[in-house]
């Protein structure tokens, strides 16, 4: 059983993909990162400078006001000294139980973070694609909020701009043609961003099934793409903000998410077993 300041990697993974994810912040040390590069998503990699009081200090206030989670190498004193550190400074803060290691032996999703492009000064990655989103261009910020980078920045110009714009702002461009982060073959660029920082897990896989056959016109894969088609294209007629459009987006992608990985088996029916009698 955990320590009382101590977090299991069950129950972080049961958090991570969802709006009560706390952040995770990897110190690893720099060679075992080279050894095994995959990292926990959402984590933040913190360096060997970074684990300092005084660090800590400029370090709160990215965080939020939120829970925080610190993973070392095997969940001893680099990551519970940190931990105990934030949560002297008024952090909610726990250490991964087991750390890294024990999380990669229980098979959980890892992702890698070398596929990340580029970041703004504070350490965000940045990234830019069309204006007025529909599905693709909803499905892959949730993803990337909720499973690579909590705080990555979106930009959404005009489609002839999104190059010029990504090299003028370091960003990565997605779902535009002829770039790496679009559509292959019969995929949409949800399902590229799936097979690239390898976050193939069963969830993930359902709901990328889904917003294939919505984004491509391909209603035949799934019987719920139909819904996430009208759910898309009704939330770009009620919203003329395209941030706005994706914090409301952002709620559906949860929610598509939490069926694909725990209400696939459950039906609804009308009158109740209470009253079907």
């Known amino acids: 059983m955990p320590a009382p300041d101590a977090i299991s990697c069950e129950k972080l993974a049961k958090l991570i993909g969802t709006p009560k994810a706390p952040i ?19 984590a933040r990699l913190l360096s060997d400078d970074d684990m300092t009081p005084s660090a800590v200090s400029g370090l709160r206030p990215s965080l939020g006001g939120q829970p925080v ?6 969940g001893h004193g680099r990551s519970q000294g940190l931990a105990a550190l934030l949560r002297a400074a008024g952090v909610a803060a726990e ?27 504070d350490g965000r990655t940045l990234w830019v694609t069309r204006a007025r989103p529909k599905i ?25 701009e999104v190059r010029a714009v990504g090299e003028a702002m370091g960003a990565a461009p997605f779902d535009i043609e002829d770039v790496f982060w679009s559509h292959r073959g019969e995929t949409c660029t949800f399902d590229t961003l799936i097979a690239e920082f390898g976050l193939a897990i069963p969830a993930l896989d359902r709901l990328a ?14 019987p719920e793409c139909a819904g996430l088609l009208a759910a898309s294209l009704g ?11 994706l914090e409301a987006g952002m709620a559906l992608y949860d929610a598509f998410y939490r069926w694909a990985r725990d209400a696939t088996e459950e039906t609804h029916n009308w009158p109740n077993s209470a009253k079907a009698k």
């Open 24 to 42: 995770v912040l990897d110190v690893r040390r720099a060679a075992m990162r080279e050894e095994d590069p995959r990292a926990i998503p959402t």
């Open 209 to 222: 099934t889904i917003v294939r056959g919505a984004d491509t016109a391909r209603p035949d894969l799934a």
């Open 69 to 74: 989670v610190v993973a070392c190498a095997a």
């Open 235 to 245: 939330l770009s007629r009620m919203h003329t903000d395209d941030h706005t459009q």
């Open 95 to 121: 250490y991964l139980d087991g750390g890294h290691a024990a999380w990669v032996a229980a098979g959980l999703p890892t992702y890698d973070p070398r596929k990340i492009g580029g970041r703004d000064g």
């Open 136 to 160: 693709d261009r909803i499905a892959c910020p949730w993803l990337i909020r909720r499973f690579i980078d909590p705080r990555a920045i979106f930009l959404f110009v005009s489609p002839q």
